[in-house]
């Protein structure tokens, strides 16, 4: 079955920029999280969606960051007015919502910021 | 709070030699560990877990890891290293009593390479 997908695979924008980066996660998953990968570390949580709850904002950098889930399913992380420290690869996974339960990835979006 | 530290950056080993991957950990209450694996360019990719039950864990491609509690640890090993072995390896744990149940905290990565 598919995996998790997400768009764009690179992104490179001039600082002061928006930017939408979006997730597909697996079907079914109720849980979807997103990540940051900057070079040479480990991977920063951001923000944590589960069913209809409120999501989990503790991660987000700054008021820059947002992020919001339609229906569910699609996400979109939004970096607005966009600076060179944020250029790092964005990572989404999801998972079936239980604790327990591995999260699945996807491939990243690579974002650059000139 | 959870935390995890994998103390080495790089990991050397010839093809054919046993092969480890550090981690430990820190935590309030019980552990959920993981091991995920990325290779260039791509997504992480789950390995395997504890959760509870046996110490040692068996997981994809040969790896298994081994949960010693007194040592707060979760070493991944593998008996025989392939060249395709070779990528950045994360640990990462969650604890259910902390505030970030929710949340996978992972290390910073080990880069393992194995030499033909």
Known sequence: GAGVSQ????????KGK???????????HTALYWYRQSLGQGLEFLIYFQGNSAPDKSGLPSDRFSAERTGGSVSTLTIQR???EDSAVYL??????????????????????? | AQSVAQPEDQVNVAEGNPLTVKCTYSVSG??????????????LQFLLKYITGDNLVKGSYGFEAEFNKSQTS????????LVSDSALYFCAVRDLRSGSARQLTFGSGTQLTVLP
């Open chain 1, 82 to 84: 966009t600076q060179q």
């Open chain 2, 74 to 81: 979760f070493h991944l090993k593998k008996p025989s290293a």
């Open chain 1, 92 to 114: 989404c996974a999801s998972s079936s919502g239980t604790s327990v339960n591995e999260q699945f990835f996807g491939p990243g979006t690579r974002l650059t910021v000139l």
């Open chain 2, 30 to 43: 019980n552990p959920y560990l993981f091991w995920y694996v990325q290779y260039p360019n791509r997504g």
């Open chain 1, 18 to 28: 928006d930017v939408e980066l979006r997730c597909d996660p697996i079907s079914g």
């Open chain 1, 7 to 14: 768009s764009p695979s690179n992104k490179v924008t001039e």
